[in-house]
C-alpha cells in the first residue's frame, strides 16, 4: 500500500507563493496534483511522470505552477511550485499517484493523500 504524505498548505496574499509537497515510499509511475474548491468539482493541476518526467499542466496554472520531482533510493518526491497566486487558486490540493496512469479527471488513480488547504487571500 502506498502512503502519500502532503505539506506545505496554508494562507497567503494574492500575488504570493506557496510550495506543495507530497513524498510516496518506494514508488514508480505517475503522481499529480488536484484540487477542490467548496462546491466545485476536482479539477486536475499538474502530472507528472517519474521515468519519462513528462509532465502535464492544466490550463488554469500554466505559467504560474511548476510541478517537479526530487528521487531518493526510498522516496519519490514531487513538489508544486505555485506563484502569482489568485483568489481562484483556493481550495484543498490532493496528492494522487498511479503505477500506470494518471488521467487529468484522476478517475480511477489508486492512491490519494489527505489533502492541504491552501487558501488565498485577497
Known amino acids: 500500500q502506498v502512503q502519500l504524505m502532503e505539506s506545505g498548505g496554508g494562507s497567503v496574499q494574492a500575488g504570493g507563493s506557496l510550495r506543495l509537497s507530497c513524498a510516496a515510499s518506494?514508488?514508480?509511475?505517475?503522481m499529480a496534483w488536484f484540487r477542490q474548491a467548496p462546491g466545485a468539482e476536482r479539477e486536475g493541476v499538474a502530472r507528472?511522470?517519474?521515468?519519462?518526467?513528462?509532465?502535464?499542466?492544466a490550463d488554469s496554472v500554466k505559467g504560474r505552477f511548476t510541478i517537479s520531482q526530487a528521487n531518493s533510493e526510498t522516496e519519490n518526491t514531487i513538489f508544486l511550485e505555485m506563484n502569482s497566486l489568485k483568489v481562484e487558486d483556493t481550495g484543498m490540493y490532493y496528492c494522487?499517484?498511479?503505477?500506470?496512469?494518471?488521467?487529468?479527471?484522476?478517475?480511477?488513480?489508486?492512491?490519494w493523500g489527505k489533502g492541504t488547504q491552501v487558501t488565498i487571500l485577497s
Open positions: 507528472l511522470y517519474l521515468d519519462t518526467r513528462m509532465i502535464t499542466y
Open positions: 494522487a499517484a498511479d503505477r500506470r496512469y494518471c488521467p487529468m479527471s484522476g478517475s480511477g488513480m489508486d492512491y
Open positions: 518506494e514508488f514508480t509511475g505517475c
